[in-house]
């Protein structure tokens, strides 16, 4: 994949995980992030988009921020349904197309 | 309620074709740029193509795995997108996604986001 994210994450209940996302000059470094929850079996769906804002509905525990070519996405108070699938995406202006990170898989111990 | 609704997957033998379908509505449809992404099973998710809105002269985009053997478009009368493949090969298997892309001002220009995703439609590639 464009995007670097690690394989997998875990945490237990009510704690801060993080989730990182690196790419280049031509995805990150130069246009917004978003980050997808996939729950088995179903379609990706929009957690944050534009670095760090929250669709409506999605819950405050889930904040996202950028730092130059690297982006991370944060779930605090984690809970069981959180367990799923997390992929970054970005514009890839050398591409032309949308980049997605591989994906980690969350898991709540 | 804003929905995408696509068709038409199923098996394939190899060097053959299929035409996907995307019903969308409960929005505006004509004035959005529709993606398709494809994840094979147990894989990431990869961005297979673009289509732009009219005012955007209906633009398309691939990805190089599949430029040359994939074509988008789509009718605004309609409410649909589609995706026609041709000579496809065993590793275009994978679930095909529609996605809508949206819009919106931001502080400082534009925020673009896939925002929403239909269920899937599989496409099997095998002899």
């Known amino acids: 994949s464009v995007l670097t994210q690690p394989p997998s994450a875990s945490g237990t209940p009510g704690q801060r995980v993080t989730i990182s996302c690196s790419g280049s000059s031509s995805n990150i470094g130069s246009n917004y992030v978003n980050w997808y929850q996939q729950l088995p079996g179903t379609a990706p769906k929009l957690r944050i988009y534009?670095?760090?804002q929250r669709p409506s509905g999605v819950p405050d525990r889930f904040s996202g921020s950028k730092s130059g070519t690297s982006a991370s996405l944060a779930i605090s108070g984690l809970q069981s349904e959180d367990e799923a699938d997390y992929y970054c995406a970005a514009w890839d202006d050398s591409l032309n197309g949308w980049v997605f990170g591989g994906g980690t898989k969350l898991t709540v111990l | 309620e804003v929905q995408l609704v696509e068709s038409g997957g199923g098996l394939v033998q190899p060097g053959g074709s299929l035409k996907l379908s995307c019903a969308a509505s409960g929005y505006t449809f004509s004035g959005a740029d529709m993606h398709w992404v494809r994840q094979a099973s147990g894989k990431g998710l990869e961005w297979v193509g673009r289509i732009r809105s009219k005012s955007n002269s209906y633009a398309t985009t691939y990805a190089a795995s599949v430029k040359g053997r994939f074509t988008i478009s789509r009718d605004d009368s309609k409410k649909m997108a589609y995706l026609q493949m041709n000579s496809l090969k065993t590793e275009d298997t994978a679930v095909y996604y529609c996605?809508?892309?949206?819009?919106?001002?931001?502080?400082?220009?534009?925020?673009?986001?896939?925002?929403?995703w239909g269920k899937g439609t599989t496409v099997t590639v095998s002899s």
């Open positions: 534009s670095n760090n």
């Open positions: 996605t809508r892309e949206r819009v919106e001002p931001a502080p400082i220009g534009l925020y673009y986001y896939i925002d929403v």
